[in-house]
């Protein structure tokens, strides 16, 4: 059969001049926005990894992140708050070869799509998701996000946020996710590294990145200094080791809104089958890629005829 | 109503095994050359509590529940009754002879089981059937199914017992007890069965009840409404299915989840509706046919990926199993008030294409048609049907599943095809052209070379980036409503409405879903006693098939729209797209939980064409067009 998806695969040295869109749309980030940097990173390991920018589906949310695959060439799915993880997710289980990676906001991400990042962690797809943190709401405007630190205050919590921030590595872990990084826009360099070993992971990758709002948070600097907890002799754990990586990152978590950034690889279970493989085991799921199939005019359907035995 | 059915009521307790009874003896009744329907009738809960399932069995015309019953098997609940103390739960323990006896003919037959029921607990039961006519037969099945060995098989016991009193050969039912089981098991079933039919047959009857006689011309098999729709999804090469269990849409979720892994195919249980639908768009945005459905409380839960589905043009196939609401309202009961959510749900100009089918054939033909229509214009359809639907089953010819399949995409480019498509100056395909014929620009899969491109939920340009200009804004709202007229060319072709009954007849009838049968029943027994009267089944609900209901409306002095639901929702749909007829138009509503029976539509055109008199059942309300 001729291959269907003949993109996916192909090997050629990529520049990452390929990752930006011949017309580009004049992106509507603000000047000193975070969300420049993930997609620098992120344009960055595409084309360290040789991926031809039709091979990739970039799923995203709503919201400043939301925006990112229009500024990213490749195949895209700019979904609605929240959704990203659940289209992501079918699509890996429609066609495993794709690259499949999904990018959101903290309210989209641990707020809207709290149930569905959880659900995906804990199925451990092979694909990439990479939050946007910059700790507010950007696009609806400064209001608190999962992730602001209690006492934020805005034109919808005038007396403070009331509430605690969540603790997106340590919920990621618990959930079941297989790779855990912190990285940040100021930290380019570190930000490229992590998401290409992302994308190489073999199983649910969750990088929560770090994007400074100059807007909303008007501290544009509010992720620097940042420590490399990997550079750092100051913090000594080992990665593939649960409860350490637990203990640094609920520290790490702790740290930041006393204004310490820790940055850097949390976790990584090399051993854990990706949710494909968990299915494919079980013969629950085919070898090859489903969607192949639907340009095979050799493949075999099979049809209700071959059921109704156990009707008569 | 013919004389010449058997309408056979097991009843007894949820959890009882009165489902795979029941199946196995409509499986018999079909297996000895009759036309067989069943009836579930459930309460929301696993074990205990009044249930029962119905089997309508003739040779020929069975296109319904029938009105009534005219043999009760009373089983009893065995969960009625606390081992432990010896106590009864309320009075549930007399449930399953008492709470039936209103809807048994005059002349029937009653079996049940003394070792568990006391017909002395019955109120009024002596006089009852001395006024009724019943002919009562208490045999100790507990007891009897004890003695082979294990009380569960209480069943097969009533099930000979049946056999013995209609005059029924044991041979089908042999055969389907030796495929469900094997073993001691088997052995020790086929001794209660024989046991049990011995002892009756040594009997006298008073009754002349006796199973009809049919001969079908071709062979025979027994499905639901969910096995129509899971059949089609296969056949149209449907190999990817999302969903959150909920009653009574599980039905299908569970027959393709059984069947996908074997086909190649994917399924996937995930955490809620959201990212049920999410899921169906993502997989079919990626190049694999899809579908994802729920109940009520479920599709509410799926308006929003809907809503991105139409706005990115991923074909979408989505499913309502609709059960009385609102909220979570009666689980198990059904109702057809579920239209107007399918219909509106989401934001803005939305669009949809949605089917409303009416008996398992057309629960296949029309989810073959959801799935063409959805990948070929690039739109959701949907297929909306009720709990009764769902379960119930019928026979259908075996030929009739044996169709080809078709597995296209419809409206997706090959790579080949990519190569000659339009293409912005930067190499980014051009997926949403606005000068299209039909509305439809053909679209890519991901990691097809030459097809890249952004699929958004907010407004584009051709190339999918966000867009507010106002003329691409205008020209791609105008493309995406120009789909609904072509679907509706397309559908119209496809004729799927049924005209039934006299053409020239001066009294309609409209009906849509689970209630058409019933409907064409009524109309038979109508003009057999001389009346003049038509139905129309109306199955395609959007885009609405406005010229022909209206053909049929100015074709009779008067029309009634029968539905289940309380706020006159399809009347509403009829007069919102043909108008309102000048009052010709009126409701026969009910919203009680139960199906219509053939009566009531009887006596309500009764009523409507000479005034006067009460509809059968108090449940039931007739509402005139005038005040609208």
């Known amino acids: 059969m001729s291959k269907a998806f003949s993109a996916i695969g192909e090997e050629r040295d990529v520049e990452r001049d390929e990752f930006t869109p011949g017309l580009e749309p004049q992106p509507t980030w603000c000047p000193g926005c975070g969300d420049f940097g993930v997609l620098k990173a992120l344009k960055g390991a595409m084309a360290e990894l040789g991926k031809d920018p039709e091979e990739v589906l970039l799923c995203t949310g709503i919201g400043c992140s939301g925006k990112l695959n229009s500024y990213f060439e490749s195949y895209g799915f700019h979904t609605i708050h929240g959704r990203s993880l659940p289209v992501s997710r079918a699509a890996k289980l429609a066609n495993h070869d794709l690259e499949v990676v999904a990018a959101g906001g903290d309210g989209d991400g641990y707020g809207i799509g709290g149930n569905h990042f959880l659900h995906t962690a804990r199925e451990n797809h092979d694909m990439t998701y990479i939050v946007f943190n910059n700790e507010v709401f950007g696009l609806t405007k400064g209001q608190s996000s999962p992730t602001s630190p209690k006492g934020h205050k805005s034109k919808t919590q005038p007396k403070g946020n009331a509430k605690d921030p969540i603790r997106p590595l340590s919920l990621s872990l618990s959930a079941g996710a297989s790779y855990i990084a912190r990285t940040a826009a100021v930290n380019p360099n570190q930000a490229q590294e992590i998401i290409v070993e992302a994308i190489e992971h073999d199983g649910f990758s969750h990088i929560d990145f770090l994007t400074q709002c100059p807007t909303w948070n008007k501290d544009a600097k509010q992720y620097v200094p940042y420590v490399d907890v990997q550079d750092s002799d100051d913090y000594e754990f080992d990665v593939h080791d649960r409860q350490e990586a637990s203990e640094m990152m609920y520290e790490t978590e702790s740290a930041l809104y006393e204004g310490t950034v820790l940055t850097g690889r949390y976790y990584e279970d090399e051993d854990r089958r990706s949710y494909q493989q968990e299915k494919q085991h079980r013969g629950d799921m085919p070898e090859e890629p489903l969607a192949e199939r639907y340009f095979d005019d050799d493949y075999e359907w099979e049809r209700s005829y071959d059921f109704i035995d156990r009707h008569k | ?628």
């Open chain 2, 1 to 628: 109503m013919t004389d010449d059915e058997l309408i056979w009521r097991i009843a007894g307790g949820s959890g009882d095994g009165i489902d795979s009874t029941s199946q196995n003896f409509a499986k018999a009744l079909m297996r000895s050359g009759l036309d067989v329907f069943t009836h579930r009738h459930y309460p929301s809960r696993i074990r205990g509590g009044h249930t029962y399932v119905e089997i309508r069995a003739a040779d020929g015309g069975v296109k319904s529940r029938g009105d009534g019953y005219n043999f009760l098997l009373a089983l009893g609940d065995s969960f009625a009754r606390n081992p432990s103390e010896n106590a009864v739960y309320g009075d549930e323990e007399i449930k399953p002879l008492s709470e039936n006896l209103d809807d048994l003919r005059e002349g029937g037959v009653i079996v049940y089981d003394e070792g568990l029921l006391d017909a002395e607990d019955v109120p009024n039961f002596e006089e009852r059937v001395e006024e009724n006519d019943w002919n009562v037969y208490p045999l100790d099945l507990r007891g009897l199914a004890k003695e082979h060995g294990r009380e569960v098989m209480r069943n097969t016991a009533g099930v000979g017992a049946t056999a013995a009193l209609v005059g029924m050969d044991l041979d089908h039912i042999e055969d389907l007890m030796a495929d469900a089981m094997g073993g001691d098991i088997l052995e020790q079933n086929l001794e209660v069965l024989h046991d049990a039919y011995d002892q009756v047959n040594e009997k006298e009857f008073s009754h002349d009840l006796t199973v009809p006689e049919g001969e079908h011309d071709e062979e025979q098999v027994l499905v639901s409404g969910s096995h129509g729709i899971a059949y089609a999804a296969i056949d149209a090469g449907c190999r990817f299915i999302s969903g959150y269990p909920m009653t009574p849409w599980t039905d299908v979720f569970t027959i393709m989840s059984q069947l996908l892994p074997d086909l190649g195919g994917v399924s996937e249980q995930v955490e809620d509706e959201i990212a049920a639908a999410a899921l169906a768009v993502g997989a079919s945005h990626s190049g694999v046919k899809s579908m994802s459905g729920s109940s009520g409380g479920g599709f509410a839960l799926m308006s929003e990926p809907l809503g991105l589905a139409e706005m990115t043009e991923t074909p979408l196939v989505l499913l309502e199993a609709m059960r009385a609401g609102p909220s979570t309202g009666m689980p198990t009961k059904p109702e057809q008030a579920d239209l107007e959510h399918i219909l509106y749900t989401s934001q803005g100009d939305s669009h949809r294409v949605a089917f409303g089918p009416s008996d398992p054939k057309e629960c296949y033909e029309q989810t073959r048609t959801a799935f063409e229509i959805a990948y070929d214009y690039q739109i959701p359809s949907i297929v909306v049907y009720d709990q009764k639907l769902s379960g119930e089953y019928r026979n259908v010819d075996a030929t009739f599943f044996d169709r080809e399949p078709a597995p296209d995409l419809g409206s997706t480019l090959t790579e080949a095809e990519l190569e000659d498509a339009p293409h912005d100056d930067s190499g980014k395909f051009e997926r949403f052209r606005h000068d299209t014929e039909n509305g439809v620009s053909p679209r890519s899969i991901p990691g097809q070379k030459g097809g890249r491109y952004l699929a958004s939920g907010n407004e584009h340009w051709p190339t999918g980036h966000i867009a507010e200009d106002p003329d691409n804004r205008v020209a791609q709202v105008e493309r995406r409503l120009q789909k609904l007229e072509s679907v509706r060319g397309d559908l119209d072709e496809r004729d799927q409405q049924t005209l039934y009954g006299d053409e020239d007849a001066d009294f309609g009838l409209i009906v849509w879903g689970s209630q058409q049968g019933t409907v064409e029943e009524a109309v038979d027994r109508m003009n057999a006693d001389g009346n003049s009267v038509k139905a129309l089944g109306v199955s395609d609900l959007s885009p609405f098939p406005v010229e022909e209901v209206t053909e049929f409306v100015e074709s009779v002095d008067e029309a009634i729209v029968v539905e289940m639901s309380a706020t006159k929702q399809f009347r509403g749909l009829i007069q919102k797209h043909a108008g309102d007829f000048d009052g010709t138009l009126s409701s026969l509503l009910k919203y009680n939980g139960n199906p219509f029976e053939p009566a009531e539509i009887v006596e309500a055109v009764e009523i409507e064409q000479n005034g006067g008199g009460e509809l059968p059942t108090a449940q039931t309300t007739l509402e005139p067009a005038a005040g609208d």
